[in-house]
């Protein structure tokens, strides 16, 4: 059971500890042994999937060599239902220590009273090494609630054989991509996969036509402005043509199955999938920026973090487990064994990450990524747009329709907002 740690008293509680944290003596918020050796449990939920989870758990693992004293209790827990199950978990007090959150999920947790705030603690080390946009998805009402782990977002992955054989270059623009289509019929392939059952798929389509979700300064809904509804028009146009197909259920399986056969030639897709990807294709994957629409070319800002819970009775052990699995090393290992993309500047410039050639090419892009809004509804926007997408796929919506819909939706989740 962890120890009890009341909502309404919070932000005094952890005020002192965090004071006590960041003192000379080494003392503060637990985890010190009385020789002064670090001690104590750290139970850490890691949300990475099947391929990453045995690095991270590796990582971790060598933590605890380092500091015989302290025992991490390594949980991977599934990312669809992990947010929920933190904020459950929280509520009855008995929450993991440090939890690897989605970038979105930080502004929810600090809002209601569940993260340790982290400055001026052991878990920030050369806090100016991170690269700023990561950083900013750390930040709530001007104070530190997580630590970048690594950094993403999305860009076109392609079937360099495929192409050859159809004689298609890389497409810019979709409108590129449905221009191909009668190129790839001979073979039987459709050029695009398009993911119809998760919404943060949808993104670079709205960003294409010039839109977003919304305006977080006006406090403003904009899902459904004109540039929304291209933006659903673009997606459905796609499938209509006959350049793309989608699933609105088991979209992650059935988008690697079909790429990994060669039944389409195209996904849009994130470093997450490098690894599985190149299992598939090997030289054959190739890697450029996500398609333009209309407007612009643009994908999310995505990636994870490390916090800390506001009841972890022991936090000294917490912060110094961030900090090792945030550091330089640390980081530098995970993108030389995953080529997932890091949050620190200085990783960049070691010369294994420099010859990576995934890395290469997807650090340009997350520079230029678009920011989402860091709010704390920012992860509840995805369940009213899933809804939507699915009704105009599924020919019950008009793409209209699914921007209204949308709209509606987002206006009774943001009290007051236009």
Not at 5 to 24: K, N, R, S, Y
Not at 126 to 155: I, K, M
Not at 242 to 270: H, L, P, R
Request: a negative charge.
């Amino acid at each position: 059971m962890r120890r009890s740690i009341g909502t309404t008293a919070v932000v005094a509680v952890l005020a002192l500890a965090a004071t006590a944290c960041g003192g000379d003596d080494g003392d503060g918020g637990g985890g010190g042994g009385g020789d002064g050796e670090l001690s104590g449990t750290v139970t850490y939920w890691d949300t990475s999937n099947e391929t990453e989870a045995e690095v991270f758990e590796a990582v971790a693992a060598d933590f605890e060599e380092l500091h015989p004293g302290v025992t991490v209790d390594y949980v991977n827990v599934g990312f669809d239902d992990a947010q929920n199950r933190f904020k459950n978990a929280a509520g009855a007090n008995e929450a993991p220590d440090v939890m690897r959150t989605e970038v979105a999920w930080v502004a929810d947790f600090a809002s209601l009273g569940y993260l340790y705030p982290l400055d001026d603690t052991a878990a920030l080390e050369d806090q100016e090494d991170f690269l700023p946009t990561p950083w900013a998805s750390t930040q709530y009402e001007g104070q530190t609630y997580a630590v970048p782990q690594v950094t993403d977002t999305l860009a076109l992955f392609y079937n360099q054989a495929l192409l050859d054989q159809a004689g298609v270059e890389v497409p810019a623009s979709l409108a590129d991509i449905e221009a191909s289509t009668g190129a790839f019929d001979e073979d039987g392939v459709t050029p695009l996969y398009v993911r119809g059952d998760d919404p943060y798929w949808f993104l670079p389509f709205l960003y294409g036509e010039g839109g977003d979700l919304v305006d977080a300064d006006a406090q403003e809904v904009t899902v459904d402005s004109a540039a929304g509804v291209a933006a659903f028009e673009a997606m459905q146009g796609l499938v209509d043509s006959g350049a793309a197909i989608t699933d609105t259920s088991e979209g992650w399986e059935n988008m690697m199955s079909a790429f990994g056969n060669g039944d389409v030639a195209m996904m849009i897709n994130g470093p997450w999938a490098i690894a599985d990807a190149t299992a598939a294709l090997g030289e054959d994957l190739g890697v450029a920026p996500v398609p333009a629409g209309g407007q612009a070319q643009g994908s999310p800002l995505g990636g994870w973090n490390y916090a800390v819970y506001a009841g972890t009775p022991d936090a000294e052990a917490s912060f110094e487990f961030v900090k090792y699995m945030s550091s330089v090393e640390s980081q530098t290992r995970i993108t030389e064994e995953l080529s997932l993309l890091p949050t620190r500047a200085s990783v960049y410039e070691d010369p294994a990450v420099q010859g990576n050639e995934m890395v290469g090419f997807f650090k340009p892009a997350v520079d230029i990524a678009h920011e989402r809004p860091w709010i704390p509804q920012a992860q509840s926007l995805f369940e009213p747009l899933r809804v939507s997408i699915e009704a105009m796929l599924t020919g019950s919506a008009s793409p209209d329709e699914a921007a209204a819909d949308t709209g509606d939706a987002y206006r009774d989740l943001l009290e007051d907002w236009q």
